[in-house]
């Protein structure tokens, strides 16, 4: 099955600093691939997502990168602000015939500090 | 609009007890899922539904645990004679369909199996 690497598992940065999170995925297959940001002590939630057709994709501060013949994503953030400060996780799927699972990475405890 | 509610929030059981936790979805998702939040790890896939059928259980950690899905909508996750290693979140996540449908999640159920 599908396996997700995430590091660092801890990052701290300045605020006005990047940040940034690398995965690994072992299945060639994996098409799609959401990060998801989650707050103490709530749920999480889906902040950027990319598909295997393209390599990047832009949200204001937000920026995930893909390179499908390493297998691997990476999110960006910029000019990162304290409300930054979460745990945040990739994720990969594969869209047709995959049954349908996110597989997880083990997260990344960003903390921005002022 | 609503969005996906779990009950019950926080649940504390003896060993060898059975527990039953509930997932409401956003109204008109057909897609919902299961996953466990071990302390300080990423969440563990246990279970999809499409309606009411289950076309995924890969995840299910063993057979004490077990889903439903009934009417298309609210599902239980039971855990029969509890263990202590099941201690964890549980989060229920629901999305429109399937494939790149943004999967929303519920506040989770925080289980501690003394």
């Known amino acids: 099955g599908e396996n997700v690497e995430q590091h660092p598992s801890t990052l701290s940065v300045q605020e006005g600093d990047s940040a940034v999170i690398k995965c690994t995925y072992s299945d060639s297959a994996s098409n799609y691939f959401p990060w998801y940001k989650q707050e103490l002590g709530k749920r999480p939630q889906l902040i950027i997502d990319i598909r295997s057709n393209v390599g990047e994709k832009k949200d204001q501060r937000i920026a995930v990168t893909l390179n499908k013949t390493a297998k691997h994503f990476s999110l960006h953030i910029t000019e990162t602000q304290p409300e930054d400060s979460a745990v945040y996780f990739c994720?990969?799927?594969?869209?047709?015939?995959?049954?349908?699972?996110?597989?997880f990475g083990t997260g990344t405890q960003l903390k921005v500090e002022l | 609009g609503a969005g996906v509610s779990q009950s019950p929030s926080n649940k504390v059981t003896e060993k060898g007890k059975d527990v039953e936790l509930r997932c409401d979805p956003i109204?008109?998702?057909?897609?919902l899922y299961w996953y466990r939040q071990s302390l300080g790890q990423g969440l563990e896939f246990l279970i999809y539904f499409q309606g009411n059928s289950a076309p995924d259980k890969s995840g299910l950690p063993s057979d004490r645990f077990s889903a439903e899905r009934t009417g298309g909508s609210v599902s239980t996750l039971t855990i029969q004679r509890t263990q202590q290693e099941d201690s964890a979140v549980y989060l229920c996540?629901?999305?429109?369909?399937?494939?790149?449908?943004?999967?929303?999640f519920g506040p989770g159920t925080r289980l501690t199996v003394l």
């Open positions: 109204s008109g998702h057909t897609a």
């Open positions: 994720a990969a799927k594969i869209l047709t015939g995959g049954g349908n699972k996110l597989t």
């Open positions: 996540a629901s999305s429109l369909s399937s494939g790149t449908d943004t999967q929303y």
